[in-house]
């Protein structure tokens, strides 16, 4: 008789579980299974803290809302809580300062920007902008650091719709719809130290 191998059975965590995990690791939550966050590198939080002086910059000047940057927990699908990221900048408008908790963000943020890195790069574009878009986000960006560039999204009827690209190079301002008016060039996002 031959016997077959144990079939591994895959555990689904929810935000609950995540919560007991005191291993001193970060991790987010994708559709319930455990993903390892390792922690980023230095071109990565310089992009990162250049974000959030814009964007924090941009909501002070208009009074339109309140900018958070990682790690903060951010669960979008109640009541499964199946889905929890640590999305690197996160923009909450005014109308919905109500999904802002003391120890998370309990919904969609109005914007979510993701710094691409080498080792997270397909999950970004992939598992986690799926769940962004069905949970509600109502911008998404993506940098890349290696193109030096900024891409933005907004929901289209079943995906992402790509508005814009914003190169090193260019003279525009980068345009969204949730920061309507913000004064920002890609340019002013990357770092010119020959290092990075």
Known sequence: MVTQPAKEVKKFYTYDDYLKIGDGNRYELIEGELVLAPSPGTRHQLLVGRLFKIIDQYAQRTS????????????LDEPL???TFQP?????SNERLGIIEETRINGAPDLVVEVLSPGTIRRDRGRKSRQYFKSGVR???LVDPQERLVEVFVPGEKDWQRTGVYEEEDEEFIA???????????????PVNAFL
């Open 64 to 75: 339109s809302g309140q900018v958070f940057i990682a790690p903060l927990d951010v669960v």
């Open 81 to 83: 809580k199946m889905n």
């Open 88 to 92: 690197d900048i996160i923009f909450i």
């Open 139 to 141: 911008e998404f960006w």
């Open 176 to 190: 969204s719809t949730v920061l309507p008016g913000l004064e920002a060039r890609a340019r002013d996002i990357f």
